[in-house]
């Protein structure tokens, strides 16, 4: 017998979800039965996530830039427009390198990775929270992508690291303010992940970075998929 689909009749938001870890949640939330908004500045990439998925014909690909609150909010009204059903999970995984040292970089490349991983993350949970307060969603999960970086920081990544440790500071205040609405907001700080972004970083930088890692590899979107699985379902409904 089938086992029992822990996030049938859900509607999920993935930003970011056009490649890398974004894809891999995707597929994640829609292997226990949720249907997914692939979300993505990229449209062609979600929409290469969106054909691969297993369920329900209700996923659907959607172009967003997060970083401009004008086409977050058009997002969400062509989600309100789309489905019957609110959004009641939304994992922000839309995020972008500028690398730099230092004394070397721009102010448009910091205001950039600002602008997206941090400025977009706000955009779309706000949005998204809005939504699910006004619907009475029973048992909203928010999950952003941070990472391992906010917290040790990484040399040629102040503006990246800047703007995962905010990620960070955001989630835990948001969790204060919506756990009065049951709406769950947790953050995860991956480890240096198998993704397109991560393959853009200099070979030199990625060896040194291998050779501070136990494991001693990479880790695979899918793994990290499975973590967000975890805080979006209800076996994580005391986790905040």
């Known amino acids: 017998m089938a086992g029992i689909q822990q996030l049938a009749g859900r509607l999920a938001l993935v930003t970011g979800g056009g490649s890398g870890i974004g894809r891999a949640v ?20 979600a929409a290469t996530t969106v054909r691969d998925l297993p369920g329900s014909h209700e996923h659907r690909a959607v172009e967003v830039d997060v970083g401009n609150s004008e086409s977050v909010s058009s997002l969400f009204a062509e989600i309100k427009k789309s489905y019957s059903a609110p959004v009641s999970i939304v994992v922000n995984c839309a995020g972008i390198l500028r690398d730099s040292f230092l004394m070397d970089m721009t102010e448009d490349a910091f205001d950039d990775v600002m602008k997206v991983n941090l400025k977009g993350t706000y955009l779309v949970t706000q949005a998204a929270a809005r939504e699910m307060v006004a619907s009475g969603v029973p048992n909203g999960a928010i999950v952003n992508i941070s990472s391992i ?27 204060l303010e919506l756990a009065r609405h049951n709406i769950r907001c947790n953050a995860i700080m991956p480890g240096f992940i198998e993704t397109p972004m991560v393959a853009s970083v200099p070979e030199k930088v990625l060896a040194k970075i291998m050779g501070r890692i136990p494991m001693g590899r990479f880790g695979k979107p899918e793994e990290l998929a499975n973590t967000v699985l975890f805080l979006c379902s209800p076996a994580s409904s005391y986790v905040t």
């Open 26 to 45: 995707c597929k994640a939330l829609s292997n226990e039965g949720a249907r997914v908004i692939a979300a993505d500045k990229n449209k062609e990439g």
């Open 149 to 175: 970086v906010g917290k040790t920081g990484n040399m040629g990544q102040c503006n990246y690291a800047a703007s995962k440790a905010g990620v960070v500071g955001f989630t835990k205040t948001v969790a």
